[in-house]
Structure formats: C-alpha cells, structure tokens
C-alpha cells in the first residue's frame, strides 16, 4: 500500500548531483540539550544498515488507560530517536522483539528485560526538537508560560505534537497484536525523529520491554531517483507499509 506524505524540502536540485553517501552510526544519549530527550543518534546514508537495542514500557507507545480513543503515548517511558538522514533513499525500519536487552529493573528475566508484552509501534515525524515548548503550549497543558518546560509527560502519536512544535508529523504504525512491524518511505536528506514504544493490551502493569530496531537504506534507482526528486521539489514523499 503507498500513500503521499507531505514534506518540506528546500532544493531537490541540490540532490540530484550529491554523492550517495554509505553509512550507518548510532551515538546513545542526547548530545543536544533542551526539548526531547533523545535516548540516541542515528545517520543512514543512501546505503546500509543497523540496529539499536534497547527497552521500553508495555504501555509507552499508547496507553489506553490515559486515552480510551487512542493516540497518547507516554513521553518518558518511550525512546526517542534523532534520525539523520544525509542522501535521499529508502528507509525500511524493523521493530521487534529482543530478549537480549540487559535489564535489572522489576520484573527483569534473568538480567533481560521481558518481551511477552512487547507489541513494537512507532512515529515519524520530521525534524528535531530542541528547545522548550513555546509559552502558548505550556499555558494549554497547565504550566506556567513565563517558564515553559522542556517537555510534557505525553504526546500525541498520530498527529503533531503540541509541545514539539518543531516536529511535523509524517507517519506512524500502531500494533497490539504482532510481535515484528516493519515500515518504509523515500526520505530526502534531512533531519527525522522517531519515537519507540510497545502498545501491550494488558489490563496490568508489565515490566519494561526489550526491543531491536533495524534500519535498513538502499539508493532510489535512476531513473526513479530523478522522478523522486521531481516530486520531492513539490514537497511529496512516497511510502510503503510492509507487516
């Protein structure tokens, strides 16, 4: 299935006569202050692939406990991505289980974080977010405007978020059933974020839940990278969903 998402791009033209650019880095932590706090770092280039491991909660992603209609997520118990993506390609990302994630939290299994209720879904969005959400943003959800937080305890994980006003949403695959989810789109260069979580239907409260993220870039072949780019400079991007 293909669908049109809208993006900003400043210059296709620039991108046609780059070099196609082959890589594959993850730096862990936020080396950026202020906004989200990226749990890591990861560029793609035209070519490659690679994958992240880490844990998070049963119910970051979507908690129906706090949104009965869907679409909030936990901000602190989900991991967020800084995604930079340096030539125009296609991105798969995988996410699924991993039950080698050393964890030594409650409910850890033999040093490993569970995975019995790990059911991966994620967003994308474009862009980073760095700064502290915008005096209006901080008045809507209950602080104080003259002293606006980095952040908020949820955010919104189909659709803009209020106290990121940096990101523009793009996509996002929500899952409560299946154990791998994989997901793909033409991306032109330019800075993403990701956000990590599980969507377990437990009435209960489960532990933190291990995961691995792959990632995965091929170049768009001539002569589809000059019709991508074509569309690019009207500000489309193609994408494709694969389960």
């Not at 400043?10 to 082959?22: D, F, K, N, T, V």
């Not at 969005?125 to 003259?146: E, F, I, K, R, V």
Request: glycine share 10%; with cysteine.
């Amino acid at each position: 299935m293909k669908k049109r998402i809208t993006l900003k791009l400043a210059s296709a033209a620039l991108l046609l006569g780059a070099p196609l650019a082959q890589a594959f880095t993850y730096v862990a932590g936020d080396v950026n202050v202020g906004g989200i706090g990226y749990a890591g770092y990861v560029t793609v280039g035209a070519t490659g692939s690679g994958s992240v491991s880490d844990h998070t909660g049963a119910w970051s992603w979507e908690d129906q406990g706090i949104a009965p209609g869907g679409g909030e997520g936990w901000t602190h118990t989900s991991r967020w991505i800084a995604l930079n993506v340096t030539d125009a390609t296609w991105l798969t990302l995988t996410l699924d289980r991993d039950a080698t994630v050393p964890f030594l939290g409650s409910g850890n299994v033999g040093g490993f974080a569970a995975v019995d209720h790990m059911y991966p879904s994620f967003t994308l969005w474009q862009n980073w977010d760095n700064n502290a959400m915008t005096p209006a943003a901080a008045l809507a959800l209950g602080y104080d405007p003259l002293s606006p937080p980095e952040d908020h305890h949820t955010y919104t994980n189909t659709s803009n978020v209020i106290w990121a006003e940096n990101l523009s949403y793009l996509d996002h695959t929500s899952n409560s059933t299946l154990t791998s989810v994989s997901d793909s789109w033409f991306l032109p260069a330019g800075q993403y974020t990701l956000v990590f979580g599980s969507n377990s239907p437990s009435l209960t409260n489960p532990p933190h839940q291990g995961y691995r993220a792959s990632f995965s870039t091929s170049p768009i072949p001539e002569p589809g990278r000059v019709a991508f780019l074509a569309l690019a400079s009207f500000g489309f991007c193609m994408r494709r969903r694969r389960r």
